[in-house]
């Protein structure tokens, strides 16, 4: 596993979460701008697609860590368990700030709501140009009936622009809910994948316990054995000492037998 790869991909998700979150703070403020909006669409995109990549990335090095000795294979999964838990850290700051920016995106959308109601009775209240002033005994000036037409059009305009930011807000909004959902899948997979993770090294370390109990046991069965080889040449020695002393008092006494006969 090499550490530098997975390490500065998910480095490069926080930092562009960090960069993304001073761009979420400004919205629904006098500072939000297009060009604020557009940075922050840039950067939400960049982080989607990395995120979506890295978690491509864990699940074909997860097969990878599990070669080797048990002794290795536990460093590898140690590793690979701590990159997973950065970036489990970084999914959940990056949720927090989709979160936000959803919020302050229907906000928006229920002002601009609210403003188009506005526009609408604005509309419906201005006098008709043509027959507005017929009731009245003299003419309508020209003058008058020019700045009440374009009144009407400055609403009209309004009413659009509104409408249509209101249909991008919309689709936005959908955007960032459809996101939101890939998002938590991958960090449900990510959470699965880090428990799954620590049961493995919890299974390696087990593992490396036994076959060490299994050596330690082995050594104590050979020490065993040993003193039991020990204590039987032993036992062996003493045997064959008994009947050389044995042999050579019964061969004085036969001796001394047959020479009292002679």
């Given at each position: 596993i090499k550490q530098s790869t997975g390490?500065?991909?998910?480095?490069?998700?926080?930092s562009n979460v960090t960069a993304m979150e001073k761009l979420v703070m400004q919205l629904g403020t006098p500072n939000e701008t297009p060009n604020v909006k557009k940075q922050l669409d840039t950067k939400r995109s960049e982080v989607q697609k990395s995120i979506e990549s890295t978690n491509e990335m864990f699940k074909q090095v997860t097969d990878l860590a599990k070669t080797g000795t048990p002794q290795e294979?536990?460093?590898?999964?140690?590793?690979?368990e701590r990159l997973k838990q950065q970036f489990s850290d970084a999914l959940q700051k990056f949720k927090k700030y989709q979160l936000l920016e959803t919020d302050k995106e229907k906000a928006a959308l229920s002002r601009m709501r609210s403003r188009t109601a506005s526009l609408r009775n604005e509309i419906s209240r201005q006098p008709n140009i043509d027959t507005g002033y017929a009731d009245n005994d003299s003419l309508v000036d020209d003058e008058v009936r020019q700045q009440n037409l374009a009144q009407l059009q400055e609403f009209e305009d309004d009413l659009e622009t509104t409408t249509a930011l209101i249909n991008e807000r919309e689709e936005a909004i959908k955007k960032l809910e459809t996101d939101m959902v890939t998002v938590n899948e991958i960090f449900r997979e990510i959470g699965s994948m880090v428990h799954e993770q620590g049961d493995m090294i919890d299974n390696i370390e087990h593992n490396v316990e036994v076959a060490r109990d299994r050596v330690e046991d082995g050594v104590?069965?050979?020490q065993k054995a040993a003193e039991y080889q020990n204590k039987y040449?032993?036992?062996?020695?003493?045997?064959?000492?008994?009947?050389?002393?044995?042999?050579?008092?019964l061969g004085i006494i036969i001796w001394l037998t047959t020479r009292k006969k002679n």
């Open positions: 390490g500065s991909a998910v480095f490069k998700i926080g294979q536990k460093s590898k999964k140690i590793q690979l104590v069965q050979v040449r032993k036992k062996v020695l003493i045997f064959l000492a008994i009947m050389v002393v044995f042999g050579i008092i």
